[in-house]
């Protein structure tokens, strides 16, 4: 009976690391960009709330976390014609880290997030953000 119940702590340990960080939303992003994902790439901001991103790109070759607009998604690939709808973005070069700032959106919902550079999000490398209505 002892051994299950630290059994079962342990599950539920794991469980809570799992969820931590991508349950509630967070005034902080951490990312890690390879070639070619985003890791996590699923996150949850508060609306309106500064933001503080940490991108760090452990890939061969340059990465951008871009957001785009709310209701706005890239087509079959990352082009100049996207360029406007892009609401925030930083770019890191290879073995390097970035930290950043921006505002979230005010408006909640579900928002693309993609690699801009060139073939990448054809590559897969692409994620979502969504912005959960804020309680202050
Ligand atoms: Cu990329």
Known sequence: MKARLSVL???????LVSC????GPSDKINVTMTDF???PDVFSIPAGQTITV????????VHEFVLMKSGLTIGEAFGPEDDENIYWEVEVDP????????????????????CG??????????G???IVESKK
Do not use: C
């Open 9 to 15: 702590s342990v599950l539920f340990g794991l469980l």
């Open 20 to 23: 931590g960080g991508g349950s």
């Open 37 to 39: 994902h985003f890791t």
């Open 54 to 61: 940490n991108a760090r790109n452990d890939g061969a070759v």
């Open 95 to 114: 073995g390097q880290s970035k930290t950043e700032t921006f505002t979230a959106p005010t408006e909640p919902g579900d928002y693309q997030i993609v």
């Open 117 to 126: 550079t060139e073939g990448h999000f054809a590559a897969g490398m692409v």
């Open 128 to 130: 979502s953000l969504k």
